[in-house]
Every structure is written in structure tokens, then in C-alpha cells.
């Protein structure tokens, strides 16, 4: 069976679970518990989304989510907000370099947060032609920097000597 090309014209969504989709096409054919994944999730959060099966294989594709009935583009909205919850920084409290490795002290949206880096040069990314920036902690969780150029004098000084 090939991939599945989903719009409004060839089925719908549902959310069933945090993170899964029901897909519902035209004919009455079902399919469960699929798990909608955006291929670009830093550059594109609307367009080429993968709908992987149990077995983790592609069972459908989304191009964009403007070609989605409301409720279907509602259901993948939802689920990808759990999904790819990423912290957003606000401000930089204190930085640590101790023996090759960052600790940081953050605000985020979500409260104030202490990780480590272990490399900073793979693991603090500024995003090519944006303000933003993407941060990776020793335990793999990501924290995001929407606009460097929103935040304080102080934060802005502790960040650029690391970039």
C-alpha cells in the first residue's frame, strides 16, 4: 500500500489520545492510533506531516494543513502542542562553565529551569537568517530562544559569549 495523501477531499482527522489521530477517508476506511510527525518541525509547522502507524511506518501524508477541514487541522494542532512542547527562554539567570560543560539557570514560560549543556557548539543552535535560537540539555530536552532581541541586556550578554 502507498502513502496516503490527506485534504479535505480524501478524509478526516480525529485525536483519539495526547499524541494520536484517527484517519477517517472518504471511502469509510479507518485507520487507528496514528502518530502525526512534522518533518521540519523548526522551519515549518504547517506543511509536510508524516502520519506514522503502530509499526512506525508512513501510512499518510499531510502537505500542508490549510488543505485540512477545520476539525482535522484543530485535531494535529492539538496533538503537536503536547507533542513538541518546547520551553520558550525568557530570560538567562546564570551561566556556569565548569569543566567543559554549561549549567544554566533559566525563566522559562513554564517557570525557572536549571540543565547543563555538554557541547556548545552542537548543542546551542542560532537558526540561520532568525533571532531565534534552539538549545539542547544533556538530557535532550529542547528550549527554545523565539527572539534573542527580546530579551534583557544581561541575558543577551550571557548568551552571546556562548553562540
Not at 496514528?34 to 521540519?40: G, N
Not at 496533538?79 to 549549567?103: A, H, Q, T
Not at 513554564?110 to 548543542?123: A, E, K, L
Request: net charge negative; proline share 2%; hydrophobic share 35%.
Amino acid at each position: 500500500m502507498g502513502r496516503i495523501y490527506i485534504d479535505r477531499y480524501t478524509g478526516s482527522l480525529e485525536r483519539t489520545d495526547l499524541y494520536l489521530v484517527r484517519l477517517t477517508l472518504k471511502d469509510g476506511t479507518v485507520y487507528e492510533d496514528l502518530e502525526p510527525r512534522m518533518l521540519f518541525p523548526f522551519t515549518n509547522h504547517t506543511m509536510f506531516i508524516t502520519l506514522l502507524n503502530r509499526e512506525e511506518k508512513e501510512l499518510g501524508f499531510v502537505r500542508d494543513l490549510e488543505e485540512l477541514d477545520r476539525d482535522s487541522r484543530q485535531a494535529l494542532e492539538e496533538c503537536f502542542r503536547e507533542y513538541y512542547m518546547v520551553p520558550k527562554i525568557l530570560r538567562l539567570l546564570e551561566c556556569e562553565d565548569k569543566f567543559g560543560s554549561l549549567k544554566w539557570k533559566v525563566e522559562t514560560d513554564h517557570g525557572i529551569v536549571t540543565f547543563r549543556i555538554r557541547n556548545r557548539h552542537s548543542d546551542i543552535k542560532h537558526l540561520y537568517g532568525t533571532k531565534r535560537v534552539i538549545i539542547r540539555d544533556s538530557n535532550d530536552n529542547r528550549y527554545e530562544i523565539p527572539d534573542y532581541t527580546a530579551m534583557d541586556a544581561h541575558s543577551n550578554r550571557l548568551l552571546f559569549s556562548y553562540l
